[in-house]
């Protein structure tokens, strides 16, 4: 039972680094950021790239960060900013953005499955009846830092709160003087970020490929919709929840099944909370 709370654990933190940028750029701009998975998929493949080049496994990872970081905010300026306006439009741009990206990377690097090595693979740690394998520690530290630092650039700085004010009322932000379109990059800049974490988190347990991302966006969306669009410590809780859910449901039901216990509990949720754990009437980015 500990072990399978503890691989919970860390479902939840991968969810929750994907389904965090996702519901950052909803909260300001609105959009489904479906291209999101592309992103991590060539972040991914940064990183995998930087390694194989023979660049030290930290360095390789600040190189899939900063690839995604890249990229996503490519999205934003080419293609999301255009159509922040057009909510019949943005789903089409951003699938067809999803496929741009898997496709460059299927281009770029074929179809087979890539391995990421880290220094942590035969590294485990073991606490009672509980082992925990060293890459799975060292990316959960990952995740939890990541998502505490942006908690702390939301609550605690000039730029969260012109990004929350943003979030909150669009029209009354821009007339007291907030740069609207600084703030639609800066949440893509952040989302793309997240997404480099989540390459790295998800890359050395999984297999570096071009649609290795298609199953944690769709949990990550399911997430969002669970802790209330718009919502960055809904989507928190409701990560965790997820992870934990899906975990036991692997492990005492069918792991067939893994991904529709997720589908259940949003089913169940919903009738209960029909704006999700989180929502408040407004939108907010906190």
């Not at 490929?209 to 919502?231: E, K, R």
Request: hydrophobic content about 55%; proline content about 4%.
């Amino acid at each position: 039972m500990s072990q399978v709370l503890v691989n919970g654990l860390f479902l939840g933190c991968l969810f929750a680094v994907v389904a965090v940028g996702l519901t950052l750029v909803y909260g300001v701009m609105e959009v489904p950021n479906f291209a999101h998975a592309g992103v991590i998929v060539l972040a991914a493949y940064a990183t995998w790239a930087a390694g194989d080049a023979g660049a030290p496994f930290a360095l390789a990872a600040l190189a899939g960060i900063a690839c995604g970081a890249v990229v996503s905010v490519l999205t934003e300026v080419l293609a999301y900013r255009w159509v922040v306006d057009k909510p019949a439009a943005s789903p089409a741009v951003a699938l067809g953005l999803l496929l741009i990206l898997q496709n460059t990377a299927l281009r770029g690097y074929g179809g087979a499955g890539r391995s990421l090595d880290t220094p942590y693979d035969t590294v485990l740690f073991r606490i009672g009846p509980v082992t925990l394998p060293g890459v799975k520690v060292a990316l959960v530290l990952l995740a939890v830092l990541s998502l505490a630092a942006l908690h702390l650039l939301l609550s605690r700085t000039s730029l969260g709160r012109a990004m929350r004010a943003v979030a909150q009322d669009r029209e009354a932000a821009a007339m007291l003087g907030v740069p609207i379109r600084r703030q639609y990059t800066l949440a893509f800049l952040i989302a793309g970020l997240l997404g480099g974490v989540a390459a790295i988190a998800y890359a050395p347990t999984f297999q570096v490929s071009p649609y290795m991302a298609d199953d944690v966006l769709l949990s990550a969306f399911v997430v969002v919709v669970l802790g209330g669009l718009g919502s960055v410590r809904g989507a928190v809780t409701g990560a965790l929840v997820l992870g934990v859910a899906e975990s036991l449901g692997s492990a005492y039901v069918s792991s067939a099944y893994q991904s529709a216990f997720g589908f259940l509990l949003l089913v169940l949720v919903l009738v209960r909370w029909p704006s999700g754990l989180r929502s408040t009437d407004a939108r907010r980015v906190a």
